[in-house]
């Protein structure tokens, strides 16, 4: 999605350290739901951010993206499940 990434609120627990993994999400938009994380997936680091793949409350699969030295959090990809 890149530019077209969606903010998000994003309340995390904290363990070791702040922000150890997400556990509910909201887009920043009128009317948003708030989805709970029932399951972190997958995680993965780069230079400056953290990206999580999260299956939701929902169902559906998440991939959350976190901006270290901004604080930003963004909704970077979406898939509906199939089952």
């Given amino acids: 999605m890149g530019a077209m990434s ?21 887009a920043r938009t009128p009317k948003a739901r708030t989805y709970e994380v029932k399951e972190v997936l997958d995680q993965w680091y780069g ?5 999580f793949k999260v299956r939701a409350d929902d169902g559906n699969l998440y991939i959350l993206k976190h901006d270290e030295k901004g604080d930003v959090w963004t909704l970077e990809s979406f898939r509906r499940n199939e089952r």
């Avoid at 903010?7 to 999400?25: H, N, T, W």
């Avoid at 230079?47 to 990206?51: A, K, L, M, N, W």
């Fill in 6 to 26: 969606l903010k998000l609120k994003v309340e995390c627990y904290s363990g070791y350290k702040a922000d150890e993994r997400p556990r509910r999400f909201t």
């Fill in 47 to 51: 230079v400056g951010y953290q990206s």
